[in-house]
């Protein structure tokens, strides 16, 4: 397990990995997307979303071992991963809150 604020699965380093790597081109863009239940810091469902250079997004798969992961420690594990993401002013990552969703945020990830 890798230590954070609560346990992740150390598998979840290679998923991401695995996922991201199998589905985008080193130019291409990739996001990990969430949807929170509730008022809990956890999610109930995980997907990988990419797209080529200047392409639309496409949904790729479901992360099942990405569920049940806090934002923060997702984020954490993506670094890991060997990827990186936009900041916030303060440092945080940048998760963008989908309009349509309320609880749906969206990370994107680049190549390190």
Known sequence: MIATNT???A????VIRTQLDQWTSPEGRASIRISLAGL???SPTCEVW??????RWTYLSDMPSGIETSQRD?????TLAGYA???T???RPAWQKDCAETTTY???VTRT
């Open 7 to 9: 346990e992740i699965p």
């Open 11 to 14: 598998a979840l380093v290679e």
């Open 40 to 42: 809990g810091p956890t």
């Open 50 to 55: 990419a797209a080529a250079p200047e392409g």
């Open 74 to 78: 997702l984020a954490h594990v993506i």
């Open 85 to 87: 993401y936009p900041l």
């Open 89 to 91: 002013s303060d440092g």
């Open 106 to 108: 969206t990370l994107d």
